[in-house]
């Protein structure tokens, strides 16, 4: 079977590994692609950039004649493939961000909508939608194996955090998607990651790369005192690509429902540190504390039990390992 994948934020943290993914050395598959450089260059596809099953194109999502031309591009060559997959990694995600309502609305929620709906228009067969466990806000675990798909969710109110906006825009991605596949306009599922991490990523605005950076630069890492008593799961970009594939080749798994993705390997902010700190070579890492943020839940601990029981998707990277690749590359940089 020949598949095309139609790809937005291609060159982001889960794009660019997804091209590694689905190119393989004996893979038929193409993707059009495209990003606008928000939180990600070129870089990043590199090793893919002459293949010819790759075509990429710096637009972006919410510019409406670039998106009509990639519609134009998917259209020209749908029937030299069996199925086309649109696959949304379009976000405004670093953290400064969760706070500026327009842009995580333009983005998230009006661009997410707009590629669903060109997916429908061409005919697409599915459309996976990533969105966030962002959305479980503060009640983001339990005592009985973390926070399920199913269970009731607590979001803060406006007054007390703006950054609930990108939580509420991510959730109402997921209703676009559960009502495009309840009326049979197309296949897919929303994905809620975990803490996703990348040895790539290009700016320290995430807690992994900061630390890193923090204490190559400065010999010492501030965080905000929440991180006195926050603790999180970390998932490698490796093993969130992996799911949404997993997913995507799962047919009786894209209901328009939601699925968790994450780990186990829960780790306070404080033994991160250290962490990273041991793979540098520093003994007793300083840590200070400045800042605080509102609505920032103690833990984030998702169950997977859901994609583990409908797909044969399971994590694969070690946070051991995972880290050691971030170390390194960092660093060599």
């Not at 194109?57 to 919410?62: C, L, M, S, T, V």
């Not at 020209?76 to 961000?97: G, K, P």
């Not at 228009?121 to 939608?129: M, P």
């Amino acid at each position: 079977m020949r598949r095309l994948f139609a790809i937005s934020g291609v060159t982001g943290m889960t794009g660019n590994e997804l091209v590694r993914q689905i190119l393989t050395e004996d893979s038929s598959d193409h993707i059009l692609g495209f990003d606008n450089f928000f939180a990600s260059s070129i870089d990043t596809v590199s090793d893919h950039i002459d293949d010819k099953r790759f075509e990429f194109f710096e637009y972006d999502i919410n510019d409406k004649e670039q998106m009509q031309d990639f519609e134009n591009r998917v259209k020209a060559v749908s029937d030299d493939y069996d199925e086309i997959i649109y696959i949304n990694c379009a976000a405004v995600v670093h953290t400064e961000h969760f706070y500026e309502v327009y842009s995580t609305f333009e983005t998230n929620v009006e661009g997410m909508n707009g590629f669903l709906q060109q997916a429908i228009r061409v005919g697409a067969q599915k459309y996976i939608n990533c969105s966030t466990s962002e959305v479980y806000s503060m009640n983001s675990w339990n005592a009985d194996g973390g926070v399920r798909e199913s269970d009731f969710l607590t979001l803060a109110t406006a007054e007390h955090s703006q950054r609930t906006s990108y939580a509420a825009g991510k959730l109402l991605t997921e209703f676009f998607m559960k009502d495009a596949v309840d009326k049979g306009k197309i296949k897919g599922c929303s994905i809620r990651f975990a803490n996703v991490y990348s040895r790539d990523e290009r700016f320290p605005k995430h807690i992994i790369p900061f630390i890193i950076s923090s204490l190559r630069d400065n010999g010492k890492v501030v965080l905000l005192e929440n991180s006195r008593k926050n603790c999180r799961t970390f998932l490698n970009n490796y093993d969130s690509c992996s799911a949404v594939l997993a997913l995507a080749s799962t047919d009786n798994a894209l209901d328009g429902s939601v699925y968790n993705v994450a780990t186990d390997e829960e780790v306070s902010i404080i033994e991160l540190v250290r962490l990273c700190a041991s793979k540098m070579g520093i003994e007793d890492p300083v840590i200070e504390f400045s800042g605080y943020r509102e609505s920032d839940p103690e833990r984030r601990l998702l169950s997977t039990e859901k994609i583990r029981s409908r797909t044969n998707w399971m994590p694969a990277v070690s946070l051991d390992k995972g880290l050691s690749e971030c170390v390194a590359n960092y660093l060599k940089k």
